[in-house]
């Protein structure tokens, strides 16, 4: 759940026509400049409002292409995910308003509570199933999915943070697929998905469903819709499926702290108070602790002027989709390679020693790749095979906090072990040796 503090002296106070409560930022350990502020909305509740930067549309085109998304997004239905409530510009910059989602996020809840037992996860995968159902039938995607864009809140699971423009590249809706699978499994183990084995963790028919998500071929994935229909055992209309999706999905909600829902503590007569809105998580303490000791290697750096645009979102947040390579059209992972791989990686400035796991899989292009004690995973795509190294673009899904995107190179060695490199767009470049498992 987002905090919301006061207004700092350069913030402004009105955007568009919406007049501001507070600026909204992760946690007391992020005071960096907001882009993203508190309103209350005209019947009492609570919006989050997301400043997108005058070059998102610096043109007449432009600025008509993101009215048209905008207006796209509004078509979400509410059922599991946040809504796109308005969209306009302030001056040359243009805003989204979206709802502002109480609760705490997956990610809190298990780092703070511990996996999920089976009622409360198989609600919690039929709630995000429907929340992602309602975006794509919407002919959008989500791009950003994982535990942080799942908000528990008083009537169930909510999606938030979902992208207002169409499917693109790699933001497809298979790939929203793979990563609801992973955040399904970090749900059940109480931790980043490391492997296969982690299916066993899930009931039926939820381990099948799940399996099926995590193909190697994106074009095999079942779609969001038939995952409700295995998971719900019904094959409704879409509206009735969503509606059931949401009924069924409550036994994951988490209650909101007494008082009136979505109120800033302390705000009186529009005059808003340093307080957070919402809930306040016994976790925040560890999730900052986290943040702070990894000014390490894998953490996020600030964007540079030839990284594309950033990708507007509901939630209150915006998230920027960095250049990386592009993954390799036809190569697959060499057999001999196939596997479960461990080690650690470690660098010198500062001193860091990581332990990592790499699970590359068959007959695909692509991998998983987790840092334990980060609490943070993600997907490897295959960019290149080249004299027995492989280069991957390592794209996190899990704890975004603590570990960024990159590109992992991978080289066999004699010993039958595998150097493992990353590098990212600036910092420091951690190297280890990795150890065959499986």
């Known amino acids: 759940m987002p905090f919301v503090t006061p207004l700092g002296t350069d913030d402004p106070r009105r955007v568009g026509r919406y007049r501001l409560s507070g600026r909204i930022s992760d946690g007391p350990a992020d005071p960096g400049p907001a882009k993203s502020y508190a309103t209350r909305l005209p019947d009492g509740g609570m919006a989050s409002i997301a400043l997108l930067g005058e070059n998102w549309a610096p043109g007449g085109a432009s600025r008509d292409r993101f009215a048209a998304e905008a207006?796209?997004?509004?078509?979400?239905?509410p059922f599991c995910a946040a809504r796109i409530l308005d969209a306009g510009f302030d001056g040359d910059e243009p805003y989204?308003?979206?709802?502002?989602?109480?609760?705490?996020?997956?990610?809190?809840v298990v780092?703070?509570?511990g996996p999920f037992g089976e009622t409360e996860l198989v609600a919690l995968a039929i709630g995000m199933a429907t929340g992602l159902t309602a975006v794509h039938q919407a002919g959008l995607v989500h791009?950003?999915?994982?535990?942080?864009?799942?908000?528990?809140?008083?009537?169930?699971?909510?999606?938030?943070?979902?992208?207002?423009?169409?499917?693109?590249?790699?933001?497809?809706?298979?790939?929203d697929m793979f990563a609801w699978a992973q955040t399904v499994l970090f749900a059940a183990a109480g931790r980043p998905a490391t492997g296969p084995p982690d299916l066993d963790l899930l009931p039926e028919p939820l381990r099948g469903t799940a399996?099926?998500?995590?193909?190697?071929?994106?074009g095999s994935r079942p779609a969001s819709r038939n995952v409700m229909t295995a998971l719900l055992g019904r094959s409704d209309g879409a509206a009735s499926l969503l509606t059931e999706g949401a009924r069924r999905s409550r036994a994951a909600a988490r209650g909101v702290p007494p008082g009136h829902p979505g109120e800033l503590a302390g705000e009186s007569r529009g005059r808003p108070v340093a307080r957070r809105a919402g809930w306040v998580t016994a976790c925040a303490a560890c999730v900052a602790a986290i943040a702070v000791a990894s000014i390490l290697i894998f953490t996020h750096h600030p964007a540079h002027s030839g990284d594309p645009r950033p990708l507007a979102s509901a939630g209150g947040k915006t998230s920027e989709r960095k250049a990386s390579p592009s993954p390799a059209a036809t190569s697959i992972i060499p057999?001999?390679?196939?596997?479960?791989?461990?080690?650690?990686?470690?660098?010198?400035?500062?001193?860091?020693?990581?332990?990592?796991n790499v699970q590359l899989i068959a007959g695909s292009s692509a991998g998983i790749i987790s840092y334990p004690s980060l609490n943070c995973s993600g997907n490897l795509l295959l960019v290149s095979v080249a004299g027995g190294a492989l280069t991957m673009d390592q794209q996190i899904s899990t704890g975004k906090q603590t570990c960024g995107n990159g590109v992992v190179t991978?080289?066999?060695?004699?010993?039958?072990?595998?150097t493992f490199s990353f590098k990212s767009s600036s910092g420091p470049a951690p190297t280890g040796t990795l150890i065959r498992q499986s």
């Not at 207006?71 to 239905?77: F, L, M, P, S």
């Not at 080289?411 to 595998?418: I, P, R, S, V």
Request: aromatic share 4%; charged share 15%.
């Open 335 to 356: 057999a001999s390679l196939v596997g479960s791989w461990s080690g650690h990686v470690r660098q010198t400035t500062p001193a860091m020693d990581v332990a990592v």
């Open 410 to 418: 991978l080289t066999e060695q004699a010993n039958k072990t595998l």
């Open 211 to 218: 399996a099926a998500c995590l193909a190697p071929d994106p």
């Open 96 to 108: 989204l308003v979206s709802e502002l989602v109480e609760g705490p996020s997956l990610t809190e």
């Open 143 to 175: 791009g950003d999915f994982g535990p942080d864009h799942v908000v528990l809140g008083a009537d169930g699971p909510r999606v938030i943070g979902f992208s207002i423009t169409p499917p693109y590249g790699s933001a497809t809706p298979a790939a």
């Open 71 to 77: 207006k796209t997004a509004r078509r979400v239905t």
């Open 111 to 113: 780092l703070g509570e």
